[in-house]
């Protein structure tokens, strides 16, 4: 790392760590070039990395400030799912976002792909172009059926920011979160079970309820609160639910982040009925409070929390490095993963060990967390200005992804059509239901700088929305 990233990522873990706050001023550029007997010039730089990344910014003749947070936006409504079991539909639109994403020179803002291109990833870049910590012999071999024990014990102490103490022998390692999320919902049900879910929901989990011949009973869900433990307790009541899938911290698509209060709740429901959780973590390292919030998992005393994750957001999807920690469902969970995969690739978990071993896996979640608050910060604004009056916006409390309530009858998936044209893809809301509800939503991915190339697209994802609705409002 260069002598001015230090400089800044110092900075950037002081401003994480409430020792400063929005407004505050920051150190004189002279004083921290006395602190860390640097030139000006290398002080000048760290803050030029963090204006970019919109943690500071210059006030003339009077230095740099935490830059304050803008106003939270106008949220969009608590869903209303159908109040029934139902079973899963939407795998064509789901098939069709996954291929359209492949598609050259389409800007994909759909999808939930992370920054990949942070100079903070070079480490992991040379630990799997020089294999390090594996033999060729270790690589070439089959894995364990855990995993390896490096990277679980890297992972066993990950999880004691989330307030979890786990054995590395707790730990499954699997071909990314969703082989987490599917071999886990295997191991807990039967074809014919319900499962109840946040709504709306990650489409990969319920992909794998209709796999799995499963049905799915979506329950209303807090822009800010997540789940309502209200709904949930009557749905509970009135239905032979076998297991909660929830996504707690930084909730994709909604971002929200539960309050423990709701999460202790939650899981006290899960004894009374005796059911299991399925919680996905992926998204909680990418938390913008800190510390990081605690899963679930963290109060789980009976063994009936399964907890899913991977580096796909964290790091880089490409990895296909995930875990779970099955509790009491461990056999289950094992025996699943023999059936899928047998053993993950051994190469992409020594280098991860590796990285997180290191330290890099701290400063590159430092600074991606601030680059993505700040991208949040501009999509918002962004969408704000460009999209029709009424349109509604999450205020996600962590990661890289923002849901878009449209105003009146537009509809997502046409809007979608429109704009393949223009080489823009999103991520109509049906996918994020069981029976294609939320036409009028949107998914938008924030992941990258803010740049003109991404700005121009929200632009015209706005002008075709207001077309859209002028069409619709001439018909009528
Ligand atoms: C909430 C959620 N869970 C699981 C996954 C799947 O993750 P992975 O790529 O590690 O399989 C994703 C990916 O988009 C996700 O958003």
């Given at each position: 790392m260069k002598l001015y990233e230090q400089v800044a990522d110092e900075l950037r873990q002081r401003i994480e760590q409430g020792y400063y706050r929005c407004g505050d001023r920051l150190p004189s550029i002279r004083a921290l070039s006395r602190e860390h007997g640097i030139s000006i010039a290398t002080v000048q730089e760290a803050y030029r990395l963090l204006?970019?990344?919109?943690?500071?910014?210059?006030?003339?003749?009077?230095?740099?400030?935490?830059?304050?947070?803008?106003?939270?936006?106008?949220?969009?409504?608590?869903?209303?799912?159908?109040?029934?079991?139902?079973?899963?539909?939407?795998?064509?639109?789901?098939?069709?976002?996954?291929?359209?994403?492949?598609?050259?020179?389409?800007?994909?803002?759909?999808?939930?792909?992370?920054?990949?291109?942070?100079?903070?990833?070079?480490?992991?870049?040379?630990?799997?172009?020089?294999?390090?910590?594996?033999?060729?012999?270790?690589?070439?071999?089959?894995?364990?059926?855990?995993?390896?024990?490096?990277?679980?014990l890297q992972v066993a102490r990950l999880c004691i920011d989330s307030g979890c103490r786990l054995h590395p022998d707790d730990i499954v390692v699997t071909t990314g979160c969703q082989e987490a999320l599917s071999t886990s919902m295997r191991a807990v049900t039967q074809p014919g079970d319900v499962v109840a879910v946040d709504s709306p929901s990650f489409y990969g989990s319920m992909q794998a309820i209709k796999a799995f011949g499963l049905k799915a009973m979506e329950i209303p869900t807090d822009p800010v609160t997540g789940i309502s433990l209200e709904a949930l307790e009557l749905a509970l009541e009135k239905w032979p639910i076998r297991v909660i899938q929830v996504t707690p911290t930084c909730n994709n698509p909604l971002g929200y982040t539960m309050p423990e209060e709701n999460r202790r709740r939650l899981l006290s429901l899960a004894q009374r009925f005796d059911v299991a959780i399925i919680e996905d973590d992926i998204y909680g390292d990418l938390s913008y409070q800190f510390p990081r919030p605690r899963t679930i998992k963290s109060f789980d005393g009976d063994g009936r929390v399964l907890l899913c994750s991977s580096f796909s957001k964290t790091l880089a999807p490409g990895l296909r490095v995930g875990w779970v920690a099955p509790g009491r469902y461990g056999e289950q969970v094992l025996h699943m993963k023999y059936v899928g995969t047998a053993a993950c690739a051994s190469l992409p978990q020594l280098a991860v060990a590796d990285f997180v071993a290191q330290g890099h896996y701290e400063r590159h979640l430092r600074r991606m967390r601030a680059q993505y608050q700040h991208g949040r910060d501009q999509m918002i604004a962004w969408v704000e200005r460009y999209f029709p009056a009424g349109t509604r916006i999450s205020y996600p409390q962590g990661g890289f992804l923002l849901w878009v309530e449209l105003p009146g009858d537009a509809d997502s998936v046409r809007l979608n059509e429109r704009l393949l044209d223009q080489g823009i893809r999103i991520g109509p809301g049906v996918l994020f239901s069981a029976s294609g509800k939320y036409r009028n939503c949107m998914r938008l991915n924030y992941s990258e700088k803010p740049n003109e190339r991404v700005e121009s697209a929200i632009q015209r994802i706005g002008e075709e929305c207001t077309r859209m609705l002028l069409d619709i409002e001439q018909v009528a």
């Amino acid at each position: 790392m260069k002598l001015y990233e230090q400089v800044a990522d110092e900075l950037r873990q002081r401003i994480e760590q409430g020792y400063y706050r929005c407004g505050d001023r920051l150190p004189s550029i002279r004083a921290l070039s006395r602190e860390h007997g640097i030139s000006i010039a290398t002080v000048q730089e760290a803050y030029r990395l963090l204006e970019d990344e919109g943690l500071a910014q210059v006030r003339p003749k009077s230095g740099y400030y935490v830059r304050p947070r803008p106003a939270t936006p106008q949220m969009p409504q608590v869903s209303r799912p159908t109040q029934r079991p139902l079973e899963v539909s939407q795998w064509e639109q789901v098939m069709e976002l996954l291929c359209a994403n492949e598609l050259p020179g389409v800007l994909a803002l759909g999808r939930g792909m992370p920054d990949i291109s942070a100079p903070t990833l070079k480490p992991l870049h040379r630990a799997l172009a020089d294999g390090r910590g594996a033999s060729p012999i270790r690589g070439f071999s089959y894995d364990s059926l855990r995993g390896s024990p490096e990277l679980r014990l890297q992972v066993a102490r990950l999880c004691i920011d989330s307030g979890c103490r786990l054995h590395p022998d707790d730990i499954v390692v699997t071909t990314g979160c969703q082989e987490a999320l599917s071999t886990s919902m295997r191991a807990v049900t039967q074809p014919g079970d319900v499962v109840a879910v946040d709504s709306p929901s990650f489409y990969g989990s319920m992909q794998a309820i209709k796999a799995f011949g499963l049905k799915a009973m979506e329950i209303p869900t807090d822009p800010v609160t997540g789940i309502s433990l209200e709904a949930l307790e009557l749905a509970l009541e009135k239905w032979p639910i076998r297991v909660i899938q929830v996504t707690p911290t930084c909730n994709n698509p909604l971002g929200y982040t539960m309050p423990e209060e709701n999460r202790r709740r939650l899981l006290s429901l899960a004894q009374r009925f005796d059911v299991a959780i399925i919680e996905d973590d992926i998204y909680g390292d990418l938390s913008y409070q800190f510390p990081r919030p605690r899963t679930i998992k963290s109060f789980d005393g009976d063994g009936r929390v399964l907890l899913c994750s991977s580096f796909s957001k964290t790091l880089a999807p490409g990895l296909r490095v995930g875990w779970v920690a099955p509790g009491r469902y461990g056999e289950q969970v094992l025996h699943m993963k023999y059936v899928g995969t047998a053993a993950c690739a051994s190469l992409p978990q020594l280098a991860v060990a590796d990285f997180v071993a290191q330290g890099h896996y701290e400063r590159h979640l430092r600074r991606m967390r601030a680059q993505y608050q700040h991208g949040r910060d501009q999509m918002i604004a962004w969408v704000e200005r460009y999209f029709p009056a009424g349109t509604r916006i999450s205020y996600p409390q962590g990661g890289f992804l923002l849901w878009v309530e449209l105003p009146g009858d537009a509809d997502s998936v046409r809007l979608n059509e429109r704009l393949l044209d223009q080489g823009i893809r999103i991520g109509p809301g049906v996918l994020f239901s069981a029976s294609g509800k939320y036409r009028n939503c949107m998914r938008l991915n924030y992941s990258e700088k803010p740049n003109e190339r991404v700005e121009s697209a929200i632009q015209r994802i706005g002008e075709e929305c207001t077309r859209m609705l002028l069409d619709i409002e001439q018909v009528a």
